[in-house]
């Protein structure tokens, strides 16, 4: 991969992402005629090849670090930034993992034939071009590289200006184990310019060359991508999830649910944000579950009913109940039944994740079915909306849109279809 200058001219930049998109698109359409056994033994030598390039790995990311310190990066972009042996190992295993999974390429998802004798099948295909635009996070460029090649796609990939010296070894790595066993150098290309107008560049879908942008980062990065893409985007601006603890919720398995929805890990998307309890159950459920936050160190913001059980809790504003904080704070109101939950998801929601804790199976059935959320749960924490949780091996991000890939996307979701007609000579009268 040839590197500009940090600087280069605006329409340097232009040019070269035109070359890039063309590249990507003879890419693509290589990579939707490999075989799956290929992509695999590709995969896994390309995870053999970061195990390897591992010093030069760490010695990029050594300087990433150095620079973004130099910058007064808050702690926690350092931790997301920052790479060890272990978590190069466990990018490794990530794309071994990828490559353990079927094919998604070529499955039949339906067949059928017509009176008039034709067979028409439904092929799943890979998409295009995938266009990923990330932060801070360096091990998004073989996650979503591998998640891309699996799927039969190229990948064009943007790393954010703090990541671009590790993701640059890293795709380095990746791209000389896949073209071990012929797969085009091409299928994984990471834009070698820090310059943000190569954001705005694929944002134009570069001719045609891009069917969709992916953005991973932070709310700024999506809103921009979700504003200008001209193409389709598969994203969510927002994590507000919510947990309703309705009035037939077993109180130990609500405790233990909205502690680990909340406080496994804050800063994550699926991380509950507001916690809405039953009236009907408020006396019994409402204290002990209040009182475990606190204790665990969660800021909790209520209303007036809420307040009344601890003088810790602070009151809540409108503008709580449309925050994702990210953080150990929680909004916490009493709703008046399980349709007043649903409406206040609706109303305040970001159709991420919600859960319904309740032992009455219609309910729970109901919840499922009304909530217009990407992910709905029953009985369980929303931190389990994570594509590896799903069984997906990995994801390149979560969508909340109406798209097919909604949810986690996976391998799967980055398939699209055709229908293959076949007939002994029909013709339409």
Known sequence: MSVLSLKPRPEDVDALMRVIGRRARAAARR???????????????????????????????????DEGRAKGLSAASLDRLALNPARIEAIAEALESIA??????????????????????????????????????????????????????????????????????IAQAMIEGLTRHGLPADAIQLVPTRDRAAVGAMLTGLDGAIDVIVPRGGKSLV??????????????LEGICHVFVHEAADLAMARSIVRNSKMRRTGICGAAETLLVDQACAATHLGPLVTD?????????????????????????????????????????VVDGLEAA??????????????????????????????????VVHNASTQFADG????????????????????????????????????TGQIRP
């Open 31 to 65: 990579m939707a005629l490999v075989p799956g056994p290929v992509k695999d033994a590709a995969l896994r030598e390309a995870a053999s090849f970061l195990r390897g390039a591992s010093t030069t790995i760490l010695a990029a990311n050594a300087a990433d670090l």
């Open 100 to 169: 353990g999974l079927p094919d998604p390429v070529g499955r039949s998802l339906a067949t059928y034939e017509r009176p008039n004798g034709l067979t028409i099948e439904r092929v799943a295909t890979p998409l295009g071009v995938i266009g990923v635009i990330f932060e801070s996070r360096p091990n998004v460029t073989a996650d979503a590289g591998a998640l891309c090649v699996k799927a039969g796609n190229a990948a064009i990939l943007r790393a954010g200006s703090e990541s671009h010296r590790s993701a640059t070894a």
């Open 223 to 236: 809103a921009r991508v979700q504003d200008e893409a001209r193409v389709p985007v598969f994203a969510h």
């Open 293 to 333: 936050l606190l204790e665990a160190g969660c800021a909790v913001r209520g209303d007036e009913r809420v307040q009344a059980v601890d003088p810790r809790v602070t009151p809540a504003t409108e503008a709580d109940w449309r925050t994702e904080y990210l953080d150990a704070i929680i909004s916490v109101r």
């Open 342 to 375: 649903i409406d206040h998801i609706e109303t305040y929601g970001s159709h991420h994740t919600e859960s319904i804790l309740t032992q009455d199976q219609a309910a729970a059935e109901r919840f499922l079915a009304e909530v217009d959320s990407a992910i």
């Open 388 to 423: 590896g949780e799903f069984g997906f091996g990995a994801e390149i991000g979560i969508a909340t849109g109406r798209m097919h890939a909604r949810g986690p996307v996976g391998v799967e979701q980055l398939t699209t279809f055709n229908y293959r007609v076949r007939g």
